[in-house]
């Protein structure tokens, strides 16, 4: 029964640990779907949102506020760093660039990644700052039926409650609403949408609002996993496979693709690492996504495009 | 008045297809490579002005020439035939550590029999590290038949990564170094010792221009402009006979192999001592930036934006130290990331197609000098 | 290479033929049943309402798409599918509705690529760009600056086709096709979206092309005018299906042609 135990502990943390790439993912796909573009400055904005949160908490508790309170104005505030954010790039780099081809405005968000990672460690610093929002002991399940149990993470755990909560309301957000309504519209064309007096400067400060608040709550989960450092932006890379499987403008695409990553990822490490020597996550990813291109050239859940002349 | 071209008559069509047809670029291009491997040569020898001590040769011109050709390079795959490459850091790794393989020789016991390769001269070494890289490239060029734009991105991402970590857990390559740092080996050119930078930079200008000619022939001819259709519209190119696979994999295997050959020089002659961390994700971004603020699609291109993402650091470090602003150098460092992401960005809103494109708009311009149209 | 060459085949003689053609996207049915034959030296025009299948059909003998019946028969060999590479081997070249010129290049360039086919000196040598690659560039470029004469685009073959107004892409189009030297030419609307003028200047390349370089002429157009002078033969599709096939009086007296598409002068 041991290697069973080992191996549901194994898939358990690597799906848990799927959801919190997912939680990033979203961030692309949002942006992806309203504008078409690919939003490269995503983990540096999950970077910006947890040192704006972590910052003001310690502030806060320095002053003697209580935690709760600490925490709703430190949300609070992190949400307008990232309302102001998203003012400023749509304002200054996305509205001057509006007609340009894919790898234009890509390029630019990889510029506004540069402006954002120092603009935001100087600001607020660049040191390792530890969150405290969420347990992070484990639960041991199943003691009975395995030897010692199964070992979950709590932490792992509120990421996916969490993920499922904003998934199932940004769901609700694109569907339902007139603004969900048109930034899909945004998404298909963008002069269409305009000629049918959609303002698209606005849409696209919604946007990248909604993305930054989305970053938000991926960093007050991977701050309280890694603490809050300039690392986290790397985590922008490793969405790249999770959209590649789950399609680039897929919302509950995003959370499979994070979830095939995540397991894949662990059991790559636990099974085929010992034989390879180790440290097989740092590539395995990427090599997965390759391979389900090859197979699929849009990705697990995108689009076939038929190419018309 | 300048620049005019009346008066300057092509009577063959060698000579429209040259590579600088006009009279005035052709003079500018001597007066450059005197400049380049006479002036200061000379210049260094009797330490005269800013050349004093080796700074500016060790720090700014040789760097510059290596990233120049890697920016080639990535320019031919990205530029020319429009495939978006972000593992080209891995590619100049397979050129540096394949390069010291056959500099330190090779054995490798199978089960047949042995491989052994002596130690071989630095210039082969080089080349044939060069070669691997393109051997390399193919294979991560085959998936582009399939696989397009941002896609494609995602598959030289797991190149790069997966080199990363080949060349820190496989010892084999770094010759089982308790440390993981490798050394060069001896700089020696059939006969000719780079030591001292001065040298260090004749090796490398002679190989830049080499190449830079090399690749500027290519993309001028047939293989160029199919490379350019395929980018433009690669279902038409298709349609005309050109194949998509031959297009695709010789663009992957030419700017492979450059890539590889300038990874192979940023290793011996640059960094002299190096570790795999010196081929990360940080250096393809850092050629991607080149190429695109330089120009996709121009081999000046590839030179300017070098030279610019090579310049603005130290230039930005200088300004605080000039000006009498007391700044620490964590700060500094933060700060160059905002300049230079406010930089890209400003440059991609003024002028997408990169510093080429101003530069040819400024010669139309100037061909009109004084008038206005 | 496939088959005997054209020239084995006379004027007059059947150099396409498409038999029992079918297409397919998921569900719709883009062409049905079609058969027709184009002969060599012909000016065939293909027409018919919008959506009838007309740029289907010339995709399939281009290769774009695969038929899911029926044979393509080219210069006398016969195949189910044909495959890109074998149709502009084969010496067929094409013009595209919307214009698919290659936005970054000149227009000069642009023409250039069109000689790929017959080039044949490898990566080394034009590397060197010594001897025999840059004899055969300047070779290539003399034909390349006939089709240029013939088009009359002197002007304008170092501007980057993007810059340049749309009749004049299209004209450039039209020289990448012959710059392949092809047997047969298939042009998609050629005259969309010009004037009086420009129509006539290109019709009359399309003449002369048939006439001095004896070249067939495959093509799709709406302007009933042109249809009529230029064409040797018709064929007519309305929704994927071949409702009339002849000269163009022939055609024009039809009463499902009239009823489809053409109507009736009040």
Known sequence: ?309 | ?373 | MSGPAASDIAAGEVLLSIENVSLSFGGVRAIRDVSFDIKKGEVRAIIGPNGAGKTSMLNVINGFYQPQQGRITFKGKTRSKMQPHDAARGGIARTFQNVALFKGMSALDNIMAGRTLKMRRGLLWQILRVGPALNEEVAHRHRVEEIIDFLEIQAIRKVPVARLPYGLQKRVELGRALAMEPDLLLLDEPMAGMNLEEKEDMSRFIVDVNDHFGTTVALIEHDMGVVMDLSDRVVVLDHGVKIADGTPDEVKKNQDVIDAYLGVAH
Not at chain 2, 291 to 319: K, R
Not at chain 2, 345 to 371: D, M
């Open chain 2, 1 to 373: 008045m300048l620049y005019r071209e009346t008066g300057q008559f092509k009577t063959s069509y060698s000579a429209d297809m040259a590579v600088f047809p006009i009279r005035q670029d052709r003079i500018a291009l001597w007066i450059l490579l005197a400049v380049a491997f006479i002036g200061i040569p000379l210049l260094d020898a009797y330490q005269i002005g800013p050349m004093r001590g080796e700074y500016l040769i060790r720090a700014i011109f040789i760097p510059f020439l290596i990233l120049a050709l890697a920016a080639i390079g990535l320019n031919i795959l990205t530029g020319y035939c429009g495939q978006l490459s972000l593992g080209s850091g891995a590619f100049m790794a397979v050129g540096a550590y394949s390069a010291y393989k056959f500099g330190t020789g090779v054995h490798i016991p199978l089960e047949i029999f042995t491989i052994n390769i002596p130690p071989l001269p630095m210039l082969p070494s080089i080349l044939l590290g060069g070669l691997m890289a393109a051997v390399v490239g193919i294979l991560f060029g085959i998936p582009s038949l399939r696989i397009k734009g941002l896609y494609l991105a995602v598959a030289t991402l797991a190149a790069q990564f997966f080199f990363d970590w080949l060349f820190i857990r496989v010892k084999w390559f770094t010759n089982y170094t308790s440390s993981g740092s490798v050394t060069a080996p001896e700089l020696n050119f059939f006969g000719f010792f780079a030591n001292k930078p001065i040298e260090k930079y004749l090796v490398c200008l002679v190989f830049v221009t080499l190449f830079a000619l090399m690749a500027k022939n290519l993309v001028r001819g047939h293989i160029g402009r199919q490379w350019m259709a395929i980018r433009d519209m690669d279902i038409a190119a298709e349609l005309m006979g050109i194949r998509p696979l031959y297009a695709k994999l010789s663009a992957f295997a030419v700017s492979s192999f450059i890539i590889g050959v300038a990874g192979a020089l940023w290793a011996f002659i640059y960094l002299g001592s190096w570790e795999p961390l010196a081929f990360n994700i940080d250096r393809s971004f850092q050629l991607l930036f080149m190429v695109i603020i330089g120009g996709l699609g121009s081999i000046l291109g590839a030179f300017l934006g070098a030279a610019f993402i090579l310049v603005l650091p130290i230039l930005l470090e200088q300004v605080p130290h000039a000006l009498g602003i007391p700044i620490t150098v964590e700060t500094v460092s933060l700060l160059v990331f905002v300049v230079t992401g406010a930089l890209i960005c400003w440059l991609l809103i003024v002028e997408p197609h990169g510093f080429a494109r101003l530069w040819s708009t400024g010669k139309e311009k100037l061909r009109l000098w004084p008038y206005p149209y």
């Open chain 1, 1 to 309: 029964m041991v290697a069973f135990g080992q191996f549901l502990e194994i898939i358990i943390s690597g799906l848990l640990a799927g959801v919190l790439y997912s939680l990033v993912a979203l961030g692309f796909v949002l942006i992806f779907k309203a504008s078409g573009v690919f939003n490269f400055a995503q983990g540096a904005m999950v970077l910006l949102a947890g040192l704006a949160l972590v910052r003001s908490l310690d502030f806060l508790a320095a002053k003697g506020f209580p935690m709760w309170t600490a925490i709703v104005l430190g949300l609070l505030f992190a949400a307008v760093i990232m309302a102001i954010t998203a003012w400023l790039v749509e304002r200054f780099v996305l509205g001057p660039l509006i007609n340009q081809d894919g790898l234009t405005l890509f390029m630019s968000t990889i510029g506004i990644t540069f402006m954002i990672e120092g603009g935001a460690q100087f600001i607020f610093g660049s040191d390792v700052y530890p969150l405290r929002l969420f347990p992070t002991d484990a639960w041991f399940l199943f003691e009975k039926a395995f030897d010692g149990g199964i070992l979950v993470n709590k932490l792992d755990v509120w990421g996916g409650m969490i993920a499922a909560v904003l998934v199932a309301g940004l769901a609700v957000f694109f569907q339902r609403t007139k603004t969900g309504r048109a930034l899909r519209a945004v998404a298909d064309d963008h002069a269409a949408a305009q000629s049918v007096g959609i303002p698209l400067n606005w849409i696209w400060f919604i946007v990248w609002l909604v993305a930054g608040l989305v970053a938000l709550v991926a960093a007050t989960v991977w701050g309280t996993k890694l603490g809050v450092q300039f690392s986290i932006t790397f985590l922008a890379l490793k969405a790249l496979p999770v959209l590649i499987i789950g399609g680039f403008t897929s919302v509950p695409g995003a959370i499979v693709g994070g979830l095939i990553i995540g397991a894949g990822e662990k059991l790559a490490e636990a099974y085929l690492g010992p034989s390879i020597g180790g440290g097989i996550e740092y590539w395995f990813a990427y090599v997965l996504a390759l391979l389900v291109l090859l197979v699929r050239p849009q990705g697990l859940f995108g689009e076939r495009i038929i190419e018309r002349i």
